[in-house]
């Protein structure tokens, strides 16, 4: 590539997904400055992600993308076009970078995204192999495609498959970040201050059918509580996350309630990065807050079920644990076990097989991030080592959409 | 020199013809009273036109409610003592243009003798003199405009402002080149189905793009409900049903977003719907094609619409405004001529369908109370329609043992009767004392030539005058006017016929929608009057992209001229260069926007 040894090359990252996938962008960050030790490497993400991406280690700026902007003037079209409209986006762009990047790395498969780096950057490489109009895939993005729509044995982890889009190799290690001591307000500085084991609790989901049942949340902690040992939980979540945790909280008993501090809606990014980095534990289906979870270097566990799939999306990292279930909807939750993991870590490996689920412990190597069932009765045998030198050798030179 | 003086001698430079003018009244329009923090206000029969306590700040929160976009003409109707216009002066930009409507110059005069004009006068223009010289300035001053309200000023001149955005409405809709898209929502059945249909019809003959999002297919299903004996799974069954088809409504103006929801009468857009698309800047408007007193769901939709088009006047209009509707206009019924016409019978059907007297509609209740008295008379009297179960007093009469008339049967004894009775629905006895809005059939029955009685209407003097249409005040007098008609044919074609010519030049539907769209047009300049003026067509739109975008300039040109073009269109154009096509940076531009204006129309 012409720019690999270009020191005055600029390159941009560009993600603009939700919290959960930001996060889960840090090793193809992390391998990228590896690379190119010696080029800036920025960061692209939506607006209310900014404040959390600025403290990612080894990127130089973060760049603001103002979805509600766009909305705006989209809304004021109103269907009609109006070319006075491309000036105001015009004064936009530039205000985003005066100069292209060298290079823009794309790692959504989606038309925003793939338009963002062709407006942004002198060569792409993403999804497509071609610009925007061109939908003949990437390598990667193919094998990204089969995976959602097959899945299967894949073992190759979301967060290495954005390297492989990248162009680079998964980190030697797991990166971890240092969340900058924010303020925390309130009863909520309290946590992770005394002893005991402090566990933060994931209490929604992006969607729906991924958010764990209220009255599931209520008998875990109010079993987690019931140990002689003082113990602390935080209930972490967004603001419309809000009336779950409420809901939780009335199922608990008053003797226990005291123990637990409603963090739902009351921090910004970096706060909840704080509060994660402060618990020992964090437990909770496949969401964004697990993810920063295990990225500040909290000890994840993951109880996965719908589309979750430990291979894809389990928190990245060595020594994560992920429950995952056999079925979308399980009937039955594996409460005690996983209570117990925290409460006798020593007992995981005589764990008892809970019906309908299954326990992974994540852990790395030179492919990333790999997880290994806990029982051993893993039938899939871990191809990494294959696809990624297949896909390796399938790389194209990038192309440019001009 | 004191104020007016003063007022005078800086309005001379800018507009001396208007100086005189003022030289010439004397005012006395206005009370001026000192405002409580000192500077002047004014009253009118006692009502404050500007705060009692602060009439600046007052002004000021007013000016800053008011939308404006670049190049447009804001036209303020209510003067007053011109706060107001003060306000919008400091508050808009130096080149925008304003022009003040002055249908009462005493009221100028007092403004002039109230206070001194600032610098801000000089950049004011007035519209004043007859109603047809307002909107001849008023259009003189530029396109697009937007018109404003200063109601506490303006509510006392409310007549000639109408007249006034009327004579702008004719401007509108005589220069009204471009195409809308427009999407008719209809009702499940009922009387204001038809009407749907007339209304798809004539838009469609003005040239704009249709969908009639036709609701009656789902009528046999509803009608099963109606079935139901426990009234309670009726009414809910019924709601949820509405509720449904209000979704299904959504789901397809979201495949094809309209610039325009008309709905008519029963259509089954819900509160939750209308606010949904108000969200997501759609224009909707409902022609409310019945009669207010009768029909009061009104109340639940009235702030749900963004235009409301009744068929009656102050009561009606005042009530929906009160109900939370923000505009609200009369709009008359109206007839289809290509539908409702002279026909030229055969013998069998002159003998089927002709009689000396005939009405044709439903057994409402003045209707079976007044038409016995119409009985064992001289003449044939023949009573078409359905539902006059029990009115066994009227069974001699009734044709097909009462059933269902449609569209062409009544056409035919339209132009088969001498005379057609047209009597109002009402649920008492005799005429509605209230009678007011003018009904479908008495258009109909002009379209087709026939001659028609009708009750007197309070709105029917602006619409037939009494050589056009027959009227009667009583029905008592009904037997001796239809005898004195009887014998006077000459007298009952000569009037026909002028009722006929009255309804092709004033009172088809595409008169009337033409009216809707340029009412509308005028109130949203920048959306509906923008598209009206053609400015959204790709020849204009390639102007304007001009040397700046050459790219976008470029597509727009693989576009017909004349064509309509919205961002759907070009961003279409871009992606069909195919896989291989180069993307400029404003192709680019237009993509990205595209795929938010994509999110923006998701209605489901």
């Known amino acids: 590539m012409a720019h690999d040894e270009d020191t005055t090359a600029r390159r941009l990252l560009i993600q603009l997904a939700r919290l959960g996938d930001l996060v889960q962008s840090l090793p193809a960050i992390v391998s990228l400055a590896t690379r190119y030790p010696h080029q800036s490497l920025d960061l692209l993400c939506p607006a209310p992600l900014v404040d959390l991406a600025r403290l990612f280690p080894e990127v130089g700026r973060v760049i603001k993308w103002n979805g509600i902007r766009w909305h705006t003037w989209a809304e004021s079209f109103a269907g009609e076009f109006q070319p006075s409209c491309l000036r105001e986006v015009e004064r936009y762009l530039a205000e985003l970078t005066p100069e292209p990047y060298s290079i823009a790395y794309v790692l959504n498969h989606h038309p925003r995204a793939i338009l963002a780096g062709a407006l942004l950057a002198a060569e792409v490489q993403g999804p497509n192999l071609h610009g925007p109009l061109n939908h003949e895939l990437s390598p990667w993005a193919v094998y990204l495609r089969q995976v959602a729509h097959q899945r299967g044995s894949n073992r190759i982890h979301l967060s290495d498959t954005f390297c492989g889009l990248c162009g680079v190799n998964p980190p030697r290690t797991p990166p971890v970040f240092i969340p900058s001591t924010s303020n925390l307000s309130g009863d909520l500085a309290e946590v992770g201050t005394s002893a005991g084991q402090w566990v933060a609790v994931m209490v929604g989901a992006g969607d729906a059918d991924r958010s764990i049942p209220i009255e599931v949340w209520s008998e875990w902690i109010s079993l987690l509580l019931a140990h002689e040992s003082p113990c602390g939980v935080v209930l972490i979540g967004s603001e419309r996350d809000q009336y779950a945790a409420l809901a939780i909280q009335d199922g608990l008993s008053p003797m226990i309630a005291g123990r637990v501090w409603d963090a739902t809606g009351r921090t910004t990014l970096p706060q909840l990065a704080t509060l994660l980095k402060r618990c020992h534990w964090a437990v909770g289906a496949d969401t964004g807050p697990l993810h920063l979870a295990a990225a500040v270097g909290t000890c994840a566990i993951g109880l996965y079920f719908s589309r979750a799939r430990v291979h894809e999306t389990g928190p990245y990292g060595e020594g994560h644990w992920v429950w995952q279930a056999d079925c979308a909807s399980p009937a039955m939750w594996p409460i005690q076990a996983s209570v117990k993991m925290i409460r006798e870590p020593s007992t995981i490996p005589q764990q008892e097989p809970v019906a309908g689920w299954s326990l992974w412990q994540s852990s790395h190597d030179e492919w990333g991030a790999i997880f290994r069932r806990v029982d051993e009765n893993d039938p899939v045998e871990d191809q990494r080592a294959a696809i990624w030198r297949q896909l390796s050798e399938q790389r194209r030179p990038l192309q440019g959409v001009r | ?604």
């Open chain 2, 1 to 604: 020199m004191n104020s007016f003086e003063t007022n005078i001698a800086r309005l001379t430079r800018r507009d001396s013809a208007l100086a005189a003018a003022l030289r010439q009244r004397e005012g006395g329009a206005l009370e001026i009273v000192p405002a409580r923090t000192g500077v002047m206000s004014a009253r009118i029969n006692g009502r404050w036109i500007h705060s009692a306590y602060d009439p600046i700040k007052e002004a000021q929160a007013w000016a800053e409610g008011q939308s404006y976009q670049d190049g447009e003409t804001m036209v303020v109707f209510g003067v007053g003592l011109l706060y107001h216009v003060e306000a919008l002066c400091a508050r808009l930009p130096r080149t925008a243009s304003i022009v003040v409507v002055a249908p009462d110059l005493n009221v100028v005069v007092d403004a002039a003798a109230a206070r001194v004009w600032g610098d801000w006068m000089d950049r004011v223009s007035w519209a004043w003199g007859t109603t047809e010289a307002i909107g001849e300035q008023v259009a003189a001053a530029g396109q697009p405009l937007r018109l404003v309200t200063y109601a506490p000023a303006a509510a006392f001149y409310t007549d000639s402002h109408r007249a006034i955005e009327t004579v702008l409405q004719r401007g509108v809709a005589s220069k009204a080149g471009g195409q809308l898209s427009i999407a008719v929502v209809g009702p499940i059945y009922g009387g204001s189905l038809p009407i749907a249909r007339y209304a798809v019809s004539a838009l469609e003959s003005l040239g704009h793009r249709v969908r009639w999002l036709d609701h009656s297919v789902h009528a046999t299903s509803y009608h099963q409900l109606e079935l139901l004996k426990n009234s309670q799974h009726r009414l809910a069954l019924q709601s949820k049903y509405a509720e449904m088809l209000s979704r299904i409504t959504m789901a397809q103006l979201a495949e094809d977003p309209p610039d325009l929801v008309l709905s008519l009468a029963q259509s089954p857009l819900i509160l939750p719907a209308l606010e949904h698309l108000r969200r997501k800047k759609f224009l909707t408007a409902m022609w409310f094609v019945e009669n207010y007193r009768h029909l009061t769901y009104w109340q639940q939709l009235a702030a749900g619409y963004d235009f409301w088009f009744v068929i009656q006047q102050e009561s009606c209009i005042s009530a929906l405004k009160q109900a939370g509707a923000k505009d609200v206009r009369y709009l008359p019924m109206a007839a289809d001529p290509s539908v409702h016409r002279p026909v030229d019978l055969t013998q069998a059907e002159q003998d089927e369908y002709g009689s000396d007297v005939s009405f044709v509609g439903a057994g409402y209740a003045n209707r079976r109370e007044i038409f016995p008295r119409l009985l064992g008379h001289e003449w044939i009297f023949k009573l078409w329609g359905n539902e006059w179960n029990g009115a066994t007093g009227l069974t001699p009469v009734l044709q097909r043992n009462g059933a269902r008339i449609d569209t062409d049967t009544c056409q035919k004894v339209f132009n088969a009767s001498a005379v057609n009775l047209n009597l109002h629905s009402w649920g008492g006895t005799g005429f509605d004392p209230d009678g007011d809005f003018v009904n479908p059939r008495t258009f109909e029955l002009a379209a087709c030539g026939a001659f028609q009685l009708t009750d007197r209407r309070a709105l029917m003097p602006a619409l037939f005058t009494e050589s056009e249409v027959a009227t009667v005040s009583s029905p008592d007098d009904l037997p001796g006017e239809i005898t004195r008609w009887l014998r006077e044919p000459e007298g009952r074609v000569a009037m026909a016929a002028q009722a006929r010519r009255r309804v092709l030049a004033e009172h088809t539907y595409p008169h009337r929608m033409r009216e809707l769209l340029s009412h509308i047009g005028v109130a949203s300049p920048d959306r509906i009057g923008s598209i009206l003026r053609g400015t959204r067509q790709a020849g204009a739109l390639a102007s304007a992209a001009g040397d700046a975008f050459p790219s976008v300039a470029s597509t727009l040109g693989t576009f017909p001229s004349t064509q309509r073009v919205e961002l759907k269109q070009l961003a279409a154009q871009i992606r069909s260069r195919g896989p291989m096509g180069t993307l400029s940076r404003e192709d680019l531009m237009v993509l990205m926007l595209d795929e938010y204006r994509s999110e923006t129309k998701d209605l489901v």
